[in-house]
Protein backbone atom coordinates (compact mmCIF):
# COMPACT_ATOMS: atom_id res chain seq x y z
CA UNK A 1 0.00 0.00 0.00
CA UNK A 2 1.54 3.05 -1.27
CA UNK A 3 2.03 5.56 1.62
CA UNK A 4 2.47 9.39 1.14
CA UNK A 5 4.02 11.77 4.26
CA UNK A 6 3.76 15.10 3.37
CA UNK A 7 6.22 18.12 5.22
CA UNK A 8 7.77 21.38 5.29
CA UNK A 9 4.69 23.94 5.50
CA UNK A 10 4.51 26.60 7.14
CA UNK A 11 3.08 30.16 7.98
CA UNK A 12 5.56 32.99 5.85
CA UNK A 13 5.03 36.86 4.37
CA UNK A 14 4.28 37.09 1.07
CA UNK A 15 7.36 37.07 -1.04
CA UNK A 16 8.75 34.25 0.93
CA UNK A 17 9.64 30.83 -0.05
CA UNK A 18 9.08 27.67 0.94
CA UNK A 19 9.91 24.15 0.47
CA UNK A 20 7.56 21.52 1.01
CA UNK A 21 8.80 17.36 0.73
CA UNK A 22 6.65 14.35 0.39
CA UNK A 23 8.27 11.04 1.43
CA UNK A 24 6.47 7.82 -1.03
CA UNK A 25 6.98 4.68 0.27
CA UNK A 26 5.63 0.86 -1.07
CA UNK A 27 5.80 2.43 -4.55
CA UNK A 28 6.43 -0.28 -6.38
CA UNK A 29 5.25 0.76 -10.11
CA UNK A 30 7.72 0.67 -12.51
CA UNK A 31 6.68 4.47 -13.75
CA UNK A 32 3.92 6.97 -12.43
CA UNK A 33 2.86 10.49 -12.00
CA UNK A 34 3.65 12.23 -8.48
CA UNK A 35 1.21 15.44 -7.82
CA UNK A 36 0.88 18.50 -5.47
CA UNK A 37 -2.56 19.46 -5.12
CA UNK A 38 -4.12 22.37 -3.14
CA UNK A 39 -7.35 23.64 -1.28
CA UNK A 40 -8.15 26.73 0.23
CA UNK A 41 -11.23 26.10 2.64
CA UNK A 42 -14.79 26.20 0.58
CA UNK A 43 -12.70 25.99 -2.94
CA UNK A 44 -11.96 22.51 -4.99
CA UNK A 45 -8.51 20.64 -4.96
CA UNK A 46 -6.26 22.23 -7.24
CA UNK A 47 -3.78 20.79 -9.32
CA UNK A 48 -0.16 23.02 -8.60
CA UNK A 49 2.69 20.88 -10.09
CA UNK A 50 3.31 16.81 -11.52
CA UNK A 51 5.94 14.95 -12.30
CA UNK A 52 6.14 11.41 -14.66
CA UNK A 53 8.79 9.39 -12.72
CA UNK A 54 9.25 7.90 -16.34
CA UNK A 55 10.88 10.53 -17.99
CA UNK A 56 11.11 13.48 -15.72
CA UNK A 57 8.40 15.47 -17.72
CA UNK A 58 7.32 18.67 -15.41
CA UNK A 59 3.64 19.95 -15.43
CA UNK A 60 2.82 23.38 -13.71
CA UNK A 61 -0.49 25.11 -13.46
CA UNK A 62 -0.82 28.99 -15.04
CA UNK A 63 -0.93 30.26 -11.62
CA UNK A 64 2.26 28.38 -10.30
CA UNK A 65 4.31 28.78 -13.53
CA UNK A 66 7.64 30.53 -12.92
CA UNK A 67 7.41 30.56 -9.01
CA UNK A 68 7.57 26.83 -8.13
CA UNK A 69 9.43 24.04 -8.88
CA UNK A 70 8.37 20.49 -8.50
CA UNK A 71 11.14 17.67 -8.66
CA UNK A 72 11.80 14.23 -7.14
CA UNK A 73 15.01 12.30 -5.67
CA UNK A 74 16.33 9.47 -8.06
CA UNK A 75 15.31 6.93 -5.71
CA UNK A 76 11.67 8.60 -6.57
CA UNK A 77 11.37 8.23 -3.09
CA UNK A 78 10.45 11.92 -2.32
CA UNK A 79 9.12 14.48 -4.03
CA UNK A 80 9.22 18.21 -3.35
CA UNK A 81 8.03 21.33 -4.17
CA UNK A 82 10.00 24.63 -4.17
CA UNK A 83 7.88 27.41 -3.71
CA UNK A 84 9.31 31.43 -4.67
CA UNK A 85 7.41 34.37 -4.32
CA UNK A 86 4.93 33.56 -2.39
CA UNK A 87 1.42 34.83 -2.58
CA UNK A 88 -1.56 35.44 -0.14
CA UNK A 89 -3.48 33.17 -2.74
CA UNK A 90 -1.26 30.39 -2.41
CA UNK A 91 -2.20 29.70 0.94
CA UNK A 92 -4.15 26.50 1.14
CA UNK A 93 -3.36 22.88 2.32
CA UNK A 94 -1.05 21.35 -0.28
CA UNK A 95 -1.19 17.65 -0.72
CA UNK A 96 0.93 14.90 -2.20
CA UNK A 97 -0.50 12.59 -4.40
CA UNK A 98 0.52 9.18 -6.82
CA UNK A 99 -1.41 8.32 -10.16
CA UNK A 100 -0.26 4.72 -11.18
CA UNK A 101 -0.45 6.32 -14.69
CA UNK A 102 0.71 9.40 -16.82
CA UNK A 103 0.04 13.25 -15.22
CA UNK A 104 -3.17 14.29 -14.80
CA UNK A 105 -5.05 17.79 -13.39
CA UNK A 106 -7.91 16.12 -12.18
CA UNK A 107 -7.78 15.21 -8.25
CA UNK A 108 -10.26 12.26 -9.24
CA UNK A 109 -7.44 10.49 -11.59
CA UNK A 110 -5.13 10.06 -8.58
CA UNK A 111 -4.81 7.12 -6.55
CA UNK A 112 -3.12 7.65 -3.14
CA UNK A 113 -3.31 11.10 -1.15
CA UNK A 114 -0.85 12.14 1.70
CA UNK A 115 -2.79 14.01 4.79
CA UNK A 116 -1.61 17.78 3.64
CA UNK A 117 0.67 20.00 4.81
CA UNK A 118 -0.73 23.64 5.61
CA UNK A 119 0.91 26.90 3.81
CA UNK A 120 -0.51 30.05 5.11
CA UNK A 121 1.43 33.53 3.58
CA UNK A 122 0.65 36.73 4.79
Known amino acids: QVQLVESGGDSVQAGGFLKLSCSASDTTYSSYCLAWFRQAPGQEREGVAA????????FYSESVKGRFTISKDSAKTTLYLIMNSLKPEDSAMYYC????????????????WGQGTQVTVS
Open 97 to 112: ALRRAGCSAAAADYNY
Open 51 to 58: IWTGGNST
